[in-house]
Antibody, heavy 118, light 110 residues
C-alpha cells in the first residue's frame, strides 16, 4: 500500500523560501513508472497543481509558478521535495504531495498547512 | 479563475441521482484524459474516476464518468449522506503544459 506524508515548517516569513518534504512508503520513487507531484489548496478554495518530478529527475511546473518553484528527488531516502521561493501571503495553503500516474493523482498525502506571515 | 469550469454547487436528496459537469476546451479535455476527485470535509482529495470513465478498485459503481468533446461529467446515483463533499475534475492542458483542476463543485445531500 503506497503512502505519502508531507512534512516541513508550518510558518514561513514573506520573501523567504518554502521547503517541504514528501516521504513515500510502499513504492520506490526511483521506479520509472510514476511521476511525483505537489498540489496546493488555499483555505476554502480549489486545487492548484504546482508541478511534478519523474524518477529520472526531469520536471514539469505550473507556468504560473515556474519562476519560483523547484521539485527534486532524494532516491536514497525515497523522498521528494518542494522549494518555493519569494513567498507571499498568497502562497498560504494546504500543500499535498501525490503519486502522479499520467496526470491521475493517487494516492495523496494528508496535506500540510503552510502559513506565510511575519 | 479555473479554465475547467464546474458549477460551484449541486444538491440532491438521498436515493436521487446528480450530475456534475466539467467544461473545458480542445487544449485540455478535448485531447486529454479527465480524472475526478472527491474531497470530504477536512480530508485530502481521493481519486474517484480516471481516464474519463474508469473507477479505481473500491470506488462504488454509483459513481461513473463520461466525456464528450470538450466536456466531461461525473454521475452519482443513489445519493447517500456520505457523498456530501467537494468534487474536482482535472486534465492536462497541452497549451499551458500543465495540469488544470476545475474550480470544484460542493455537493449537498438534502
Amino acid at each position: 500500500q503506497v503512502q505519502l506524508q508531507e512534512s516541513g515548517p508550518g510558518l514561513v516569513k514573506p520573501s523567504q523560501t518554502l521547503s517541504l518534504t514528501c516521504t513515500v512508503s510502499g513504492a520506490s520513487i526511483s521506479s520509472g513508472d510514476y511521476y511525483w507531484s505537489w498540489i496546493r489548496q488555499p483555505a476554502g478554495k480549489g486545487l492548484e497543481w504546482i508541478g511534478r518530478v519523474f524518477s529520472s529527475g526531469s520536471t514539469n511546473y505550473n507556468p504560473s509558478l515556474a519562476s519560483r518553484v523547484s521539485i527534486s528527488l532524494d532516491t536514497s531516502n525515497n523522498r521528494f521535495y518542494l522549494h518555493l521561493t519569494s513567498v507571499t501571503a498568497a502562497d498560504t495553503a494546504v500543500y499535498y504531495c501525490a503519486r502522479d500516474i499520467l496526470f491521475m493523482f493517487d494516492p495523496w498525502g494528508q496535506g500540510t498547512l503552510v502559513t506565510v506571515s511575519s | 479563475q479555473s479554465v475547467l469550469t464546474q458549477p460551484p454547487s449541486a444538491s440532491g436528496t438521498p436515493g436521487q441521482g446528480v450530475t456534475i459537469s466539467c467544461s473545458g476546451s480542445n487544449s485540455n479535455i478535448g485531447n486529454s484524459y479527465v480524472s475526478w476527485y472527491q474531497q470530504l470535509p477536512g480530508t485530502a482529495p481521493k481519486l474517484l474516476i480516471y481516464r474519463d470513465s474508469q473507477r479505481p478498485s473500491g470506488v462504488p459503481d454509483r459513481f461513473s464518468g463520461s466525456k464528450s468533446g470538450t466536456s466531461a461529467s461525473l454521475d452519482i446515483s443513489g445519493l447517500r449522506s456520505e457523498d456530501e463533499a467537494a468534487y474536482y475534475c482535472a486534465a492536462w492542458d497541452g497549451s499551458l503544459s500543465g495540469v488544470l483542476f476545475g474550480g470544484g463543485t460542493r455537493l449537498t445531500v438534502l
